[in-house]
């Protein structure tokens, strides 16, 4: 989970705060992906925001898994 936000200026104080669930190996990869979505979401670059906070989440219990992936197959017509 990486929560950030725009850094405060003196039009916006307080700006709002965004927070993702991303999945990533290491801590790195997480803050670089949190900066990609939010740039594709909203209106705002790592220059000029900024990273409050990273955790990472752990799951409740542990003796079941809830991974699944899905296969797609398709015959594609243009090459």
Known sequence: QVVGRHKPTETDPKPNLYRMRIFAPNEVVAKSRYWYFLSKYHKMKKTTGEILDVN??????TNYVKNYGIWVKYNSRSG
């Open 56 to 61: 990472e989440i752990v799951e409740k219990n």
